[in-house]
């Protein structure tokens, strides 16, 4: 299951017991800021720092013993930056044991899995 935000914690019961995988979603999207060609404004912004890091702190602490979970995600369509850098670094320093995915930074440093949103055929094929 995915959405774009943690669920209840039922739903990671329900999940484990059918044998259902989770990538569990930090809730972090700008992506309003995109049409106002902002989308990188929040990312670098140190102001926003705790706010960022305070989503993906929540979500782990709180999920990481569902077995369900297999992969974090550090969010949707919020660009990338230090404070998307900061999620994955404190991320990968609390749980080593899951990979994260983050489709905003095109294979940097802050996902363990290249996954592009909406990629073209060709891109696809170039992969």
């Given at each position: 299951?995915?959405?774009?935000?943690?669920?209840?914690?039922?739903?990671?019961?329900?999940?484990?017991?059918?044998?259902?995988?989770?990538?569990?979603?930090?809730?972090?999207?700008?992506?309003?800021?995109?049409?106002?060609?902002?989308?990188?404004?929040?990312?670098?912004?140190?102001?926003?720092?705790?706010?960022?890091?305070?989503?993906?702190?929540?979500?782990?602490?709180?999920?990481?013993?569902?077995?369900?979970?297999?992969?974090?995600?550090?969010?949707?369509?919020?660009?990338?930056g230090p404070n998307i850098d900061a999620m994955a670094d404190w991320t990968r320093a609390n749980?080593?044991?899951?990979?994260?995915?983050?489709?905003?930074?095109?294979?940097?440093?802050?996902?363990?899995?290249?996954?592009?949103?909406?990629?073209?055929?060709?891109?696809?094929?170039?992969?």
């Amino acid at each position: 299951g995915r959405s774009h935000y943690p669920n209840r914690t039922l739903w990671y019961d329900l999940c484990t017991a059918f044998g259902l995988w989770v990538c569990d979603e930090a809730n972090l999207e700008t992506q309003g800021l995109m049409g106002m060609m902002q989308d990188a404004l929040l990312v670098e912004d140190q102001a926003w720092a705790h706010a960022y890091l305070e989503r993906m702190t929540r979500m782990v602490l709180r999920d990481r013993n569902h077995p369900c979970v297999i992969l974090w995600s550090l969010g949707n369509e919020s660009c990338c930056g230090p404070n998307i850098d900061a999620m994955a670094d404190w991320t990968r320093a609390n749980d080593p044991t899951r990979p994260i995915q983050y489709e905003s930074c095109g294979g940097g440093k802050a996902t363990d899995i290249i996954c592009p949103m909406y990629p073209s055929v060709e891109k696809l094929i170039a992969l």
